[in-house]
């Protein structure tokens, strides 16, 4: 059976799995992970390459498989047990993993490392490299020239919960000080999202900006209109390795979001910083504090300059509510400030297992504290930081830093939630502790009681965002006009409106004429329906696939499919049997890319990152068609073929290698020509053929869609109005002459085909 384990995904550094150990037994949560991490090669961890981590997981899971079919284990038995705690982190750690691999190695490929500083560079120069390709383009451009009618992306959806529960993540939660109805949350691919009315209706504040990638927000206490955003994914990743996780440093809005800029924090990507928490001084709003990975930074004018103020990683701060002089941070330790942040001196308090430290003061009794470790313990003070204790264990299940949630209610010291895979609270001061029922989805990353509310809270989590009004039990959501959806990727029907995704942590769902639905989750295996989708069956397959498993329908039966796993199988029952149509094939353990020619299925091009084969009889033999393709440098996503000819062909390369990202066969790839042109130097991730006479193509990249056609010399943006996100597929729907795009945080969008 399959097991790739491509239904939706997270993507985490493999550094998120490390810790410390600072006694002899620490919490089961993370000893898997300690365990895997011990097989890593004794290098500084700027020497560890990709293909270290890679090899370092794959020798421990060999010898420690994972039972996936536990994640069929429904939200409300996840945690009844020990042992169901225990499987259910298995599985998370062994998906985590393979989401990072998934994203990791092709962008990486073939150093295992990336250059930041560069890549920095070409993020920089995209807008002035896609006005240069329009501008050569002349008249040639025709629509896409901005003197012309626009082709305008549209968004698509979902655009509220898919099934009550499937969003999107959010990382933070923040409320307007003078008016709690307006809400701003932070999402790690989605940007800043805004509702002034409570959470009913949302608008995108941030589409336009370097990144996408929002840690956490802060809005001015004396003037609304002025807001600070931490970028960065400071939980999603651990030691990111790609250009939207590192941080840009710290952006501000002077007019509610309509426009920003940089503050005197301007990180470079290359500087492999986050921004984990970022708060305003209560009355004197030109303070703020910002708990970074480099340590504490502090401004006190507005964001002009920045002094570092602790030097060890941190990872929470807060100011007092009413008495803004008092300020703490945690790193290791809970450090204390008298001074309003010029200076802190440490504590007793520690989080020995320390990757990732919560703390929050009583807003209804200031000289109260509490603490959240990633070990699960939770720690009060009740003489503003004098003295600790633990209270009794909660019995949250935390994975790590990923999911780690303190909040204390603004009414009572006493009232006090934590959250992490579930939530827990307690309302004696941590003497017992309860189970609260699931925020609609589970693994939660931000809680925020309403001010002034004890018995009204919003839950941040993998599947968007959530408001109970009684404590906790019940939820409902507040998704509706959100866009934040981190897709994977898009097939569409040839016969009716039907499409479906994959997404990040949110299952498989299904668009038909203007519906959006939650089909199942795949836990990374092979599915058909008979009905529309309506209902689905397992498919079985012969041997393991990839994280994300190429599967393609014949062009003319729709009973025959072929998937490519660790050979390339054939199946003229919808899935039932299998025939290996390939045998093994030189270089390849798994494939990465499969198509089935439209006008001739005897045309079969598979291929992995490094390696193409082509058969021309359906079966057996296949030739190497490698030569000619720069897999020396780069890594092949992707490939397509002409509706009309199986012999012309495209392929597309991930990577950071100029020069080196489309090639075209009009010989079925006994040759090659490259036909990058001027593209900006970004990874390709799709490609797809539209069916004319000029044999016109698009292109899904790390920075948006690009179009080329026989009468064109070179590439064109196609990408007006599509936000600043990575595409990952790409489809053509021909009844209503579409191309829609799946993105990675912010759901799916449509566009008229050129």
């Not at 949560?29 to 090899?55: G, I, M």
Request: glycine share 10%; proline share 6%; hydrophobic share 35%.
């Amino acid at each position: 059976m399959v097991r790739n384990f491509g239904d939706v995904k997270t993507v985490l550094s493999p550094y998120s799995f490390i810790a410390v150990l600072c006694f002899l037994t620490v919490a089961p949560v993370n000893a898997r992970a300690q365990q895997w991490a011990a097989n890593l090669p004794k290098k500084s961890p700027q020497e560890l390459t990709f293909k270290d981590f890679q090899k370092a997981f794959q020798e421990y899971s060999q010898q420690h498989p994972v039972g996936i079919e536990q994640e069929n284990v429904a939200p409300k038995q996840r945690f009844e047990k020990a042992e169901a705690i225990q499987a259910k982190i298995a599985i998370e750690e062994q998906k985590l993993f393979k989401r990072w691999e998934w994203l990791m190695e092709p962008r990486t490929y073939p150093s295992g490392r990336l250059n930041q500083a560069a890549i920095t560079e070409i993020r920089e120069r995209i807008s002035e490299e896609d006005k240069q390709l329009l501008k050569n383009a002349g008249p040639a451009a025709g629509p896409m020239m901005p003197a012309g009618p626009p082709v305008v992306w549209k968004f698509l959806g979902p655009s509220d919960a898919i099934g009550g529960t499937n969003m999107g993540r959010v990382n933070s939660i923040n409320f307007d000080p003078k008016n709690s109805k307006i809400i701003y949350i932070g999402t790690p691919d989605g940007g800043v999202w805004r509702s002034a009315t409570g959470g009913t209706a949302w608008s995108p504040l941030f589409d336009s900006q370097p990144t996408l990638s929002v840690g956490d927000v802060a809005v001015d206490p004396n003037d609304s209109k002025t807001l600070y955003v931490a970028t960065s994914d400071p939980y999603g990743y651990g030691t990111p390795f790609w250009g939207g996780t590192y941080s840009v440093g710290v952006r501000k809005s002077t007019n509610g979001g309509t426009t920003w800029s940089d503050t005197g924090l301007p990180w470079r990507i290359d500087q492999n910083r986050t921004i984990r928490r970022l708060v305003i001084h209560p009355t004197d709003s030109k303070i703020l504090l910002a708990a970074t990975s480099d340590g504490v930074y502090r401004t006190d004018n507005a964001g002009l300059t920045w002094n570092q103020v602790v030097t060890a990683s941190a990872y929470d701060a807060e100011f007092q509510h009413n008495d803004g002089k008092i300020a703490y941070v945690t790193t290791s330790h809970v450090m204390k400030s008298t001074n309003a942040g010029e200076t802190f001196d440490a504590t007793t308090a520690t989080c020995c297992f320390g990757s990732r430290y919560s703390i929050e003061i009583a807003h209804s009794n200031p000289k109260t504290l509490y603490t959240l470790c990633t070990d699960g313990a939770v720690q009060k003070s009740t003489d503003a930081g004098a003295s600790w204790a633990n209270t009794r264990a909660p019995g949250v299940s935390l994975y790590g830093y990923y999911d780690n949630v303190l909040a204390v209610s603004p009414v009572s010291d006493k009232v006090v939630w934590v959250a992490g895979f579930n939530i827990m609270k307690t309302t004696d001061g941590g003497a017992t502790w309860a189970s609260v029922p699931t925020a609609g989805h589970t693994d939660n990353h931000v809680l925020r009681f309403l001010p002034s509310s004890g018995s009204t809270i919003l839950a941040g989590n993998d599947g968007g965002l959530f408001k109970s009004t009684n404590s906790g039990s019940t939820w409902t959501s507040l998704n509706k006009g959100l866009a934040i959806t981190q897709f994977y990727g898009v097939g569409s029907s040839k016969t009716t409106k039907i499409m479906e995704l994959g997404a990040q942590d949110n299952g498989h769902v299904k668009y038909d004429t203007g519906t959006w639905t939650s089909m199942s989750i795949q836990y990374g295996e092979l599915y058909r329906s008979t009905n529309g989708g309506t209902t689905f069956g397992c498919i079985d397959t012969p041997c393991n696939g990839n994280w994300v498993t190429p599967l393609q329908q014949d062009p003319t039966k729709a009973t025959t499919i072929y998937a490519a796993t660790c050979k390339v199988y054939k199946s003229t029952d919808q899935g039932i049997d299998w025939t290996d149509i390939s045998g093994t094939l030189a270089g390849i353990t798994t494939f990465v890319s499969l198509k089935v020619a439209p006008s001739d299925p005897n045309y079969i091009y598979a291929g992995s990152g490094n390696k193409l084969y082509r058969t021309i009889t359906g079966g057996m033999p296949w030739h190497d068609i490698t030569a000619g393709l720069p897999v020396v440098s780069n890594y092949l996503t992707d490939v397509t073929v002409s509706d009309t000819d199986p012999k012309l062909v495209w392929v597309t390369f991930s990577g950071y290698n100029a020069t080196d990202k489309v090639y075209k066969s009009q010989n079925g790839g006994e040759t090659w020509e490259n036909i990058s042109g001027t593209l900006p130097n970004m990874p390709v991730n799709a490609i797809v053929y539209e069916k004319k006479a000029d044999n016109p193509v698009y292109i899904g990249t790390d920075a948006g869609v690009y179009y080329r056609n026989d009468g064109l010399a070179d590439w064109v943006p196609y990408k007006s109005g599509l936000p600043n996100v990575i595409v990952d597929r790409l489809e053509i729907l021909y009844g209503t002459k579409v191309i829609r795009a799946a993105t990675y945080g912010r759901g799916c969008w449509e566009a008229p085909l050129r």
